[in-house]
């Protein structure tokens, strides 16, 4: 069993940028792939950024590379997501989540715990 607590979320401006973090409990936390997700109202959850257990590598969706950087940090069991150059449409819930395996990490579907999200909103 795993419990994800995000936090960081909040309002900004357009062009501005914010720190999610997500503390995690449970078990052995650098023994697994984890993930970020956003989900706008009406709309399906997202991939944004996902790092490996070691965190030496990372992958991120097509529309944040260049603006986000996913980290870890394994000694205070937390994961980070720090966001610059934020959008209006970037407004959404964030989530974080641990994936089941290393692949297909851009489905949610390969993800088993998730946390309660974090509102970001940008404004225009």
């Known amino acids: 069993q795993v419990h994800l607590v995000e936090s960081g979320g909040g309002l900004v401006q357009a062009g501005g940028s914010l720190t999610l973090s997500c503390a995690a409990s449970?078990?052995?936390?650098?023994?697994?792939?984890m993930g970020w997700f956003r989900q706008a109202p009406g709309n399906e959850r997202v991939f944004v950024a996902a790092i490996s257990g070691s965190g030496d590598t990372t992958w991120y969706g097509d529309s944040v590379k260049g603006r986000f950087t996913i980290s870890r940090d394994n000694a205070k069991n937390t994961m980070y997501l720090q966001m610059n150059s934020l959008k209006p449409e970037e407004t959404a819930v964030y989530y974080c989540?641990?994936?089941?395996?290393?692949?297909?990490?851009?489905?949610?579907?390969?993800?088993?715990?998730w946390g309660q999200g974090t509102q970001v909103t940008v404004s225009s």
């Open positions: 989540a641990t994936a089941r395996t290393s692949w297909n990490l851009g489905s949610p579907r390969n993800y088993d715990y």
């Open positions: 449970g078990r052995a936390f650098s023994a697994y792939v």
